[in-house]
């Protein structure tokens, strides 16, 4: 029906243009109109009866139908120019009265009815005909109450089938909008009936009957979308009762309605096909002898809408209740069920709701007739053992959850539950085809968009709900496992299920992190769980907050259900303990856990609220508050009230119990029940009637009278309505109230129960967008998923299946990373790396494997796409890296590092990778004397390697393509963005695979392949060099330390330390010490492996220096870099690079530091006493070693300009410096090459007095006479004296030079040290050096020019020492005193020297000055 002012304007129903003929021109339906006259009257005058009639005498008068039909073609052409402005009753009356009369047979009745067909189909009459509404009511009548005498049964389905014809197209015809109400179904009950006794008729009458039903079925709902909501809809008994049977109230189909519709005259009817006697039918009018409710009648001949609507449908549900009520039904024997009416009933049903859409749900009776008759049935025929039954329940199930599962949020939980749940389980011996049809419907309930995420906001975190996300994502995996069997399709289907979830969970991840507040599930006050609401069920950010925090409240109960199932005091404490009850318990507290929680034992909350304990029975009490049984009857009320418990044996909790409940009904239910007393009382009769009328011991059972007779003058002495105690004496007969719950089984009490839940629960969220609970969901989801995949993948062989495996778990990596799971990425690595072991096996075996080669490409996209998230799953990386890597499938610059390719070429650098020798098949040997024999024959002739078959070569290129698709090079060289975590793992699980393959003697590749991947990594993250630096170290220096042979490994390990330092030096200075310090490594190689390393291990160091010299200051990095050259001077090999990095250092003093100035000088002299190489290189080394104190000089003249304090010490570090610049060179001048030697000394003058004496402070020169140049002398003299003159060849030159040093030196830095207390002490040992070379003898002789240059080099000392008044006879007598300690040694040199000196007899006396800074004369 529509609005009142939109009657005319309701758009009409579009039909197929298949269905109907080109619509004819306005003037020619006159003609149209007397063609059917024609025919029907011809029709009729082939019938014996009007055939003898009309040829009767002239004066009979003619049969009225045929005196009609006459009286209308005369008339018809009149029409023909104003057909719009003609009643189409005119012309439609006789061929009605045809179809009516009784007299008629089939063939006329059949033709008249092919007209009318024919008015309807060409559009004859439209929306424009005049008077078109009472024509097509006319029609509709005519039609349902159409008789006929039936001839043969040919006819007679001819005839039904015309009638079917024509109600289908009055419904198509673009005028029925004009159709009523009442016409509607009148159209759909004359459709069925005929339905119903086709089942004696053919097999094309039967199938036509079904699909006009349909296509009825579908025009009626297809304009539901269109109609407006009209506030005087039809109010029925089924929209206020909570459970109501809709079959009692149909009348049978043997009655004769009066208003005709059914009353089909046929004389041969069909017995009715698995139906009881009482049909359903589609009833607008009121029952004989009900009231008219005023305003009905204007409802029942309005233009059809919603009320004939909800009627159709609660006839529709009502079929399958007519079904069920028989004994059909599910646990009935199968052989013996007849699926034909449930599927065509369910069929019809499902028209409708696809058609009407999500309309249905915008009006309350069809609404309520889905929520309450509908489901209910589907619960029943969703058990049922056929296959074909439980698709089409569960097709309307998917339909319903898409146009309105926000109005059926039980519903669809305890289908789910109950139905697709327990047959995907194969529970209660389902069969395979049921197992599988439940199994494909879960899936595709899987595959919406938006279902799992409703799942979990909807039903996990709702604490009156179950999980039924988690219970499906674990029914999924477990039904994914093949137990003893082979794959089977219901296994796929499971994975497949899982793979839609994890699919519809991974369109919704974004690329970053979905940002979590503070927790606000935790709960460290207590908080009345069941009365927390959320603000806003349709803002997200209200929601997901709220179904974060319930569900973590819903863990804690049902913990703490787990706990009160075992003991309910133990229980309830720990509910206490973890704040959801509170510190003190209250009765209200504890009943509404006992009310709301899900999993707990009812026999234990019945024994608890059955007891007598005061606490107890105010528990008891409150617990009866929390049920509204407002507008309920006491049977239904009953029944949910003991829905929630088991009602204990004790007659006393029993008592109390029902006193609570008794007086909680007649506080919201006073109408009918005088008392609470008549409340408990009846409350009482109905529980012990149902007892006698479902206890098999019960042999006399309670009649209805007997009822009505127990319960006498119990409502406050008066009696209660009978018919309200028979309605109640019915429900309990009909229904069992179950005492004992039955664990997962749907009974009538529970669906009661659900039924009024269903106003309490909370409302259902729909979930736009999932993405900010995907991560709770898939922490759940991802266990069994991987599970799954994992068993799956290890038995399938098919390709299809192979690829959906590896791109399941290519999905659940990417949620992982998303949401940055590393233990989710770890497993998958785990389970992926199973399937790549025939890597180990051959090339050939690999390249065959498909299996195989998906599950290794799987493993390297994940360690490409997500490696920032992986930890412990590097090493099954590395595992399957090694593999191939002893295959030879890895590609030759697998480890090049970022260095590499923008340095230049490293000549001593092995490449880091080469490819293995191909593995090829093992020969098979000769076996027999012959064969033996002729095998020693040809012992020394080469065997040809044998060729690989064309197999072996394609499957070799199938392993190559893998292995290149892989991108393992990526996985080090993007090491560098990988996060640090995730680095310091990867380095980890390096530095331990080498170490395993270390142990394994014969795998000493795989220790250095992992090894050059550990330096590539180290290097590829300089700037995080120092996350790693500590375990590369330790492993390398175990490396080195614990080598005593030469290997490729220790060589490895070396000179990667050493290109790690060379490098990193530029880029990390605080840093450089360590890199540096690391090198002293080296210094520890045993010494086969240092030997046979050297001279490359120089080289890396030459380059280390000269690309880096610039980034070593410190002390302790050039200790180490002069150590590693020291060690070189004497290697044959070694020493030529080693001094050429030396001599870089210290030539011109170009990169000479106060750091590392004496080292350089001590690695010098070592170059310099080398026996390798020509004497030129010691001469060089030497010069090196006084070319360095031009450094000295510089430093002194820099440190002019600084502060005092900073002055002095440098002045004190340069002194230092020169003084063991000075001792390097005086270990020289005793070398046994005289060339070397006498070098040396000439080097060791230049140095001595490079110097300015102010450079220097006084005590460095008296240090530099006691260190360097006295023990020079004696070691002279030592020489000559203790060694052969063919191990030292002219010694005496030496000696000369040597006494030339000790008098320059002296007079150099005579202004000096003659201001230093220990003077005299020099003085007295230079002239003690001096006789000492005076005694020196050579071959037993004294030397000529030794004795000749001494007296010379003193007088022209003791000149000077005279001229600057340092020696005067004033300089005070005594034996401590210059003056005469001079002359106490000069007179044993030279006597004569004195009176040269001091010519005239007496000395003179001279003024002793300070001595002026000069240099030499």
Sequence with gaps: MGCPDQQFKVTAVTRDSKDCSCRPPKTSSAFMVNSEIGAVLAVMRRNVRWGVQYMADEDQIEHPLIKSFKELRKKVFSWQHEWHDVNPVMYLQPFLDVVQSDETSAPITGVAL???????????????????????????????????????????EVVLMKILQVLLACMKSKASVKLSNQHVCN????????????????????????????????????????????????????????????????????????????????????????????????????????????????????????????????????????????????????????????????????????????????????????????????????????????????????????????????????FLSSVLMKIALNKHGVSYQQQEVAMETLVDLCRQPNFIHELYANYD?????????????????????????????????????????????????GNEVAVVGPDASVMNNHESFWNIKCDSY?????????????????????????????????????????????????????ACFLRYTTGLDKNLVGDYLGNHNQFCVDVLQEFAKTFDFREMNLDIALRVFLETFRLPGESQKIQRVVEAFAERYYEQSPDILANKDAALLLSYSLIMLNTDQHNAQVKKKMTEDDFIRNNRLINGGNDLPKEYLRELFQSISQHEIKMTPEQGVMTHDNWVGLIHKSKQ???????????????????????????????????????????????????????????????????????????????????????????????????FTIANTYGDYIRSGWRHILDCILSLHKLGLLPARLAADDFESSSEPDPLKSPLVSPAKPVLPPVRKSSGLMGRFSEFLYYDTEKPAPQPSEEQVEARKRAMETVKDCH?????????????????????????????????????????????????????????????????????????????MPSTLVEKAVFGLIRICRRLLPYKEDLTDDLLKSLQLILKLDARVADAYCEHITHEVMRLVKANVGQIKSHMGWRTITSLLSI???????????????????????????ANFVLCVNAARQFAESRVGDVS???????????????????????????????????????????????????????????????????????????????????????????????????????????????????EGTLVLSLKLLSKAFLHSLPSIYRSVSFSKVWVGVLNCMEGYTKAKFRGKRSENIYELVPELLKNTLLVMKSKGILSPNDGAGPDGVWDLTWLHVKTLSPLVQSEVFPNDEPQTMVATPVPEVGLV
Excluded at 145 to 154: G, Y
Excluded at 189 to 211: D, M, P, W, Y
Excluded at 1128 to 1153: C, K, N, Q, V, Y
Aim: net charge negative.
């Design 114 to 156: 092919s007209s009318i067909y024919k008015f309807l189909i060409l559009e004859v009459l439209d929306l424009d005909t005049v008077n078109v509404s009472d024509a097509l009511h006319l029609i509709v009548n005519a039609v349902t109450s159409c008789r006929f005498e039936v001839t043969d049964p040919a006819s007679e």
């Design 187 to 414: 159209i759909v009950n004359t459709c069925f009936q005929i339905v119903h006794q086709a089942s004696s008729k053919g097999e094309l009458l039967q199938r036509t009957a079904r699909h006009t039903m349909h296509e009825l079925v579908r025009c009626v709902f297809m304009h539901l979308p269109d109609v407006c909501n009209n506030q005087q809809e039809l109010t029925r008994s089924y929209a206020t009762d909570e459970v109501n049977m809709p079959d009692k109230n149909h009348s049978s189909a043997s009655k004769t309605q009066d208003n005709g519709y059914t009353g089909l005259k046929i004389e041969s009817v069909g017995t009715p096909i698995n139906l009881s006697t009482e049909i359903p039918e589609v009833k607008m009018d009121p029952e004989n002898g009900d009231e008219v409710v005023p305003g009905q009648t204007h409802i029942v001949m309005d233009p059809y809408g919603v009320p004939c609507m909800v009627e159709i449908f609660n006839f529709l549900c009502s079929l399958l209740n007519a079904v069920e009520h028989i004994g059909v039904g599910p646990r009935s024997n199968s052989l013996a069920y007849d699926e034909d009416v449930p599927l065509f009933s369910l069929g019809l049903i499902n028209s409708a709701i696809e058609l009407g859409g999500p309309s249905l749900g915008d009006h309350p009776e069809i609404l309520a007739l889905i929520q309450n008759d509908l489901f209910h049935s589907l619960l029943q025929f969703g058990l049922s053992p056929s296959p074909l039954i439980l698709s089409t329940v569960c097709s309307i199930v998917l339909n319903l959850y898409h146009l309105m599962r926000v109005k059926l949020k039980l519903q669809l939980e305890a």
């Design 461 to 509: 975190c709702d604490i009156s709900c179950g999980n039924l996300f988690e219970d499906l994502a674990n029914l999924l995996s477990k039904s994914a496992f093949p137990v003893n069997s082979p794959l089977s399709a219901i296994h796929v289907l499971a994975l497949e299920g899982l793979i839609a979830m994890i699919t519809v969970m991974s369109d919704t991840v």
């Design 538 to 590: 349709e803002n997200s950010d209200s929601w997901v907050p709220y179904i974060h925090k319930m569900k973590h409240i819903k863990k804690k109960l049902m913990i703490g259900a787990d706990h009160f199932n075992r003991d309910p005091k133990k229980g309830l404490q720990f509910l206490q303990g973890i704040n959801l009850l509170p510190e003190t318990l209250d009765p209200t507290s504890v």
């Design 761 to 859: 629960t909370a409302p259902f969220i729909v979930c736009g967008s999932g993405e900010r609970i995907n991560n709770a969901m898939f922490a759940i989801l991802s266990g069994p998923t991987v599970a799954a995949l994992s068993v799956v993948l290890d038995l399938v062989e098919q390709e299809d299946v192979l690829e959906t495996c590896v791109n399941g778990f290519m999905t659940v990596a990417k949620i992982a990373g998303c949401y940055h799971l590393d233990n989710v990425l770890d497993g998958l690595l785990v389970s992926l790396s199973k399937f790549t072991m025939s890597i180990e096996e051959s090339v050939h075996a690999f390249g065959d494997d498909l299996k195989a080669r998906k599950a290794t490409m799987a493993v």
């Design 968 to 1044: 393992i090079d990526n996985v080090f060289i993007e090491s560098k963005f990988l996060q640090s975590e995730s680095l310091l793992c990867l380095s980890r699980a390096l530095i331990s695979s080498a170490s395993r393959s270390r142990k394994a003697n014969e795998d000493e590749d795989g220790a250095i392949f992992c090894l050059e991947l550990l330096i590539t990594v180290t290097l590829n993250n300089r700037d995080r060099i120092m996350l790693l630096w500590q375990g590369v170290y330790e492993y390398i220096a175990n490396i080195v330390q614990t080598a005593i």
């Design 1128 to 1154: 070189t001077a004497r290697h044959p090999e070694a020493s030529e690079p080693g001094f050429e990095t030396l001599e870089f250092i210290m030539l011109d003093g170009a990169h000479l530091l106060p």
């Design 1177 to 1291: 290189r010691s001469t060089k080394s030497l010069d090196l070693m006084a070319g360095s104190v031009s450094c000295l000089v510089r430093w002194a003249h820099e440190a002019v300009g600084l502060k005092s304090e900073a002055k002095s010490q440098l002045s004190q570090n340069i002194g230092e410096m020169w003084v063991r610049l000075g001792q390097g060179l005086r270990k020289v001048c005793i070398d046994s090459r005289e060339e070397i030697r006498n070098h040396a000394v000439l080097m060791l003058q230049r140095c001595l007095t490079a110097l300015e004496t102010d450079q220097l402070q006084d005590e460095i020169w008296i240090q530099c006479f006691d260190l360097v140049i006295f023990p020079l002398v004696n070691d002279l003299l030592k020489v000559v004296e203790e060694k052969s003159a063919k191990e030292y060849r002219n010694m």
